[in-house]
């Protein structure tokens, strides 16, 4: 029987119009966990401690599907290394340049503001479908 939490994963697969596999559930399930901003290699690694093998290919193609389907951000790093995260709610990425690490900050606040702002200035012919902001230290 599925637990409430891969039941999640597998909805949130279906809702984007792909096929629910062990292999994209375990991608989303592990990711969702994490909260460094892995590269594919970092995750992979992290699946593999859970149980869960795959090639490296097979990880970047489900990272890319993912990434179509707006089910998770592609991100890079200070160095251009290729991260990825499945928080797509409105959060700020902060980078660090000493470490390379990249770090959430949450602000509903900030969100709403931003939010305001940009439907008053923005031109008639473009909608707001998504904000990122990333801050560097």
């Known amino acids: 029987m599925k ?3 891969i039941q999640m994963y597998t909805d949130m697969i279906r809702g984007a119009g792909l096929k629910a596999t062990p292999q994209r559930i375990g991608v ?11 590269g594919a290699e970092m995750l992979m690694e992290a699946l593999e401690n859970q149980g ?31 991260r990825f995260d499945a928080n797509t709610k409105f959060h700020v990425h902060i980078y660090n340049e000493n470490d390379n690490a990249i770090c959430d900050y949450f602000d509903p606040e900030l969100e709403i503001l931003l939010s305001s702002y940009l439907k008053e200035k923005l031109p008639d012919q473009f909608s707001l479908n998504r904000m990122e902001l990333s801050l560097y230290a």
Not at 28 to 38: A, D, F, G, N
Request: no cysteine; proline share 2%; charged share 20%.
């Open 3 to 5: 637990s409430k939490q």
């Open 28 to 38: 989303l399930k592990v990711l969702s966990e994490m909260t460094s901003h892995p």
């Open 52 to 82: 869960y093998i795959m090639s490296v290919g097979t990880i970047y193609n489900i990272l890319e599907t993912f990434s179509e389907k707006g089910l998770i951000l592609k991100l890079k790093d200070n160095q251009e290394v290729m």
